[in-house]
Nanobody, 122 residues
């Protein structure tokens, strides 16, 4: 399984970005896809996840209402739409994948992309 994250960049506070995660090499209908982030000097944290089959989603509490995860089956791509960005959202964002039969939304991910940097200026 290969995951390629893109779409990061520099944005002003209050702005928006859409991250993409192009997936290949797997039967993705069997997977849950997640987004995580790691800010400088902090531990990696869960952002959001989506079950590829059926499209059910789960968000970290602090992301609800601002971030939206979605997928495009035809393109094997998962998106993270981020609105109302804040300086504290500055981090490297990673996409990840795991088999859907692995319990839980926030851990147990086996496959990781390389990360894309999001910088939010105040």
């Amino acid at each position: 399984v290969q995951l390629q994250a893109s779409g990061g960049g520099l944005v002003q506070a209050g702005g928006s970005l859409r991250l993409s995660c192009a997936a290949s090499g797997g039967t993705f209908s069997l997977y849950v896809m997640g987004w995580f982030r790691q800010a400088p000097g902090k531990e990696r944290e869960f952002v959001a996840a989506i079950r590829w089959s059926g499209g059910s989603t789960y968000y970290a509490d602090s992301m609800k209402g601002r971030f939206t995860i979605s997928r495009d089956n035809a393109k094997n791509t998962v998106y993270l739409q981020m609105n109302g960005l804040r300086p504290e959202d500055t981090a490297v964002y990673y996409c990840a994948a795991k088999y859907a039969f692995v319990m839980g939304w926030t851990d147990g991910y086996d496959y990781w992309g390389q990360g894309t940097l999001v910088t939010v200026s105040s």
